[in-house]
């Protein structure tokens, strides 16, 4: 599969959306369905229709993951459920590294797959806050690479 990276586009909106949502329904079912669907209001009304992204899309330009960021910080990097394991979210995070040295990201401790995952490509963990950024009771890693 070839994967090109390329800035986000207004017309990608709807397909990260749909990769937001699998990606989180695949990996936090910690979450309370009623913060879940505030999260989910949260970041179809507000995040995604105002945010940048990388996208990593296959050959017929189609995005297959997300990722956003501010400065050094990986604010959030989401996956589709097909392109999973297949080496996508690492060129994501791998674009990142050619653009900052050093890098930091928040995780969900809960979220077992997605620590692995920045683990596995360098990152150690620098920092836990015993709740998320709006309060809620989902301890965060804080990870950093280089």
Same mark, same amino acid.
């Given at each position: 599969m070839t994967i090109s990276i390329r800035p986000?586009?207004? =017309? =990608?909106y709807p397909r990260t959306?749909?990769?937001?949502r699998g %990606?989180?329904?695949a990996t936090h079912d910690f979450l309370t369905p009623e913060d879940f %669907?505030?999260?989910e209001r949260m970041v179809r009304d507000q995040y995604l229709p105002a945010a940048e992204f990388w996208i990593a899309a296959d050959e017929n330009d189609q995005a297959l993951a997300f990722m956003g960021m501010s400065g050094a910080?990986? =604010?959030? +990097?989401?996956? /589709?459920?097909?392109?999973r394991s297949s080496g996508v979210g690492r060129r994501l995070v791998e674009h990142a590294m050619t +653009? /900052?040295?050093v890098l930091t990201v928040d995780v969900n401790e809960q979220n077992a797959s997605g620590a692995g995952f920045y683990q596995r490509l360098g990152f150690e963990v620098i920092g836990r806050s015993p709740v998320d950024d709006a309060g809620r009771?989902?301890? +965060? +890693?804080?990870?950093r690479r280089g």
């Open positions: 986000s586009r207004p =017309d =990608d959306f749909e990769i937001w %990606a989180v329904v %669907a505030a999260i910080q990986i =604010d959030s +990097l989401f996956v /589709h459920a097909e392109a +653009l /900052h040295p009771p989902y301890p +965060l +890693l804080h990870l």
